[in-house]
């Protein structure tokens, strides 16, 4: 969007609001189409190829596309095996693998030149249209308590509701009654901290990224030395980014793995 | 920074994220990787086996090229002995018949001898008588002295 009247808080307040419909009474109710649709686009292209290239899998020579996934899929694998203990293939590794490919994709929408897509929405008649949906904290915060309920059902799961709640009372500092609250209140405090400490760290970096990129974007506007500058430093922060975002993905997964082989153990 | 419904629709399409990958995604790939683990695996296990079946037989040869070196040795020391017995033995036997022919020509030579012996003694008798014939031709009558002169051939 090119600056003529805009100032810069109206420019980038325009990148940075959602494509929210109010779908009843209260500030609740409100959907973000946009990051919805974008996720779930990328939901359905990534995994649909992925679905795709193991349908045809062959237990001989894999082909360059099978390899391709099967490289991704046993690093995923690797990174499980070395956290959790049990049997890993029923559920807890491709929960890792969902999560990984899934925010990786959606962390690498980042990459998509924020002026030029919203031109581009522009075009096709949306007016506020983020690209990144892990820059929207609904989504992060939907799979980290998505993982946090995980972790409390497998918590309960594997201990039976009596071991987990005896778990709540007597774990870290000990069974004896005096300690039962500095018990709880630690347990408490971890359960909240965690999804917190989980979402955050994504959206957060996400969000940086692209306001770092909204900065540059705003520089290019001020005249040819910003708009040189402007480019080469968001080619810079774009390379810088490739590293950040393939990092957040793969921290985001691995704290998934921890949280809930941690569950598995009791204590 | 709001959080909305957006939070819930966005946790309905990651549960059936994950339910799609555990049920279509994670488990023909790991199939298809663990099968051909196992192929590879059996595949080096063979080679092994093959290998050692091979030092085995490569062990086998050796030993039976010993033996049967052994074997021939033994049948070459069998056949120099087997020569020299016949050798021996071819020896003995020339000397015996030698010696059997040594005196066969011995007792011929003997033999000989003797003949030659009686003709002599005959004809020195004769050659006496025919001597004293000659001295005598008068007074010994062949016919009368016949008898002394036989007696004096024998004792010649």
Known sequence: MAAEKLTPSEYIGHHLSFNAKSVGDGSFWVLHYDTLIMSAILGVVVFGFLWWVVRGATSGVPSKRQAFVELAVEFVDDQVKSIFHGNRHVFLAPLALTVFVWVLFMNAMDFLPVDIMAKFYHIIGLEHWRSVPTSDINATFALALSVWVLMIFFSIKVKGLGGWIHELFCSPFGTNPLIWPANLAFNLIEYISKPLSHSLRLFGNMYAGEIIFLLLGMWAATGLAGTFFGALLGAGWAIFHILIVVLQAFIFMMLTVVYISMAHESH | ?156
């Open chain 2, 1 to 156: 920074m709001n959080i909305n419904l957006t939070l819930f629709a966005q946790a309905v399409s990651f549960a059936i994220l994950i339910w799609f990958t555990v049920k279509f995604v994670w488990p023909p790939l790991l199939k298809a990787i663990e099968t051909r683990q196992k192929t590879i695996a059996d595949g080096l296990a063979a080679g092994e086996r093959g290998k050692q079946e091979l030092e085995a037989a490569t062990q086998r040869s050796t030993a039976a090229v010993e033996e049967a070196k052994l074997k021939a040795s033994s049948i070459i020391a069998q056949a120099e002995k087997r020569a020299t017995d016949i050798i021996e033995e071819a020896k003995n036997n020339a000397k015996a018949e030698g010696d059997r022919i040594l005196a066969g020509a011995k007792a011929e030579i003997d033999q000989e001898v003797n003949r030659a012996k009686e003709g002599l003694r005959a004809q020195v008798s004769a050659l006496a008588v025919a001597g004293a014939e000659k001295i005598l031709r008068k007074e010994i009558d062949a016919k009368v002295h016949a008898d002394m002169l036989n007696t004096i051939a024998n004792e010649l």
